[in-house]
């Protein structure tokens, strides 16, 4: 039944373009029920697609954390270790700060719903993407020892979710990111 099988890509695409918005206006906690009205679509469509808050989420910034991985890859070459490990987190709090919903997406524990053993494949992603930048800067002493990319995620997690309602959450993220790094780097800004 192919016909079946476009419909459903077309509800797929349809119920992610409306959670993108939905998501982008209302952060993390959108209404899954308001984004299947809006798509047009039943609530079990939904949730047919989107097994989970989480799978959704995951869907809504697979683009961008591809992105920051590529981000990542592209700055393992850098000479310098520290820097390169702070742009890649500059970027990552930049995107987070900016796209309401990411932080409590990286953040959510494995208790959502039906798929509670499920893996948060956000902060899988950008763990196996950033372990390298932090492993090189932990090997160069740049970094303080036993610091793991799980807690710089929960540090821009905080960071995003502390400056969301900021007058300038993007200046304050970043302001906040200089005290962590500084916090967490062998050597600081000498």
């Not at 742009?87 to 039906?114: H, I, K, N, V």
Request: aromatic residues 2%; glycine residues 8%; charged residues 25%.
């Amino acid at each position: 039944m192919p016909a079946q099988r476009a419909d459903a890509r077309r509800n797929y695409a349809r119920i992610l373009a409306v959670a993108e918005e939905e998501v982008a206006a209302h952060g993390a906690d959108a209404s899954l029920e308001q984004i299947a009205r809006t798509a047009g679509v039943g609530s079990a469509t939904v949730r047919r697609h989107f097994p989970s808050r989480r799978a959704l989420l995951e869907a809504v910034f697979h683009e961008r954390i591809e992105a920051l991985c590529a981000l990542a890859a592209d700055l393992t070459g850098v000479a310098d270790s520290r820097a390169a490990l702070l742009d890649w987190l500059r970027a990552l709090t930049g995107y987070a700060t900016s796209a309401r919903g990411l932080a409590t997406a990286l953040t959510l524990d494995g208790a959502d719903g039906p798929d509670a053993a499920h893996v948060n494949a956000c902060s899988v992603k950008l763990t196996d993407a950033g372990d390298p930048l932090l492993r090189r800067a932990s090997l160069d002493g740049a970094v303080t020892p036993g610091v793991t990319l799980a807690d710089l995620l929960t540090l821009i997690a905080g960071i995003a979710l502390a400056t969301e309602h900021h007058a300038d959450p993007a200046a304050e993220a970043d302001r906040l990111l200089g005290l962590t790094m500084e916090g967490v780097s062998r050597g600081g800004g000498k």
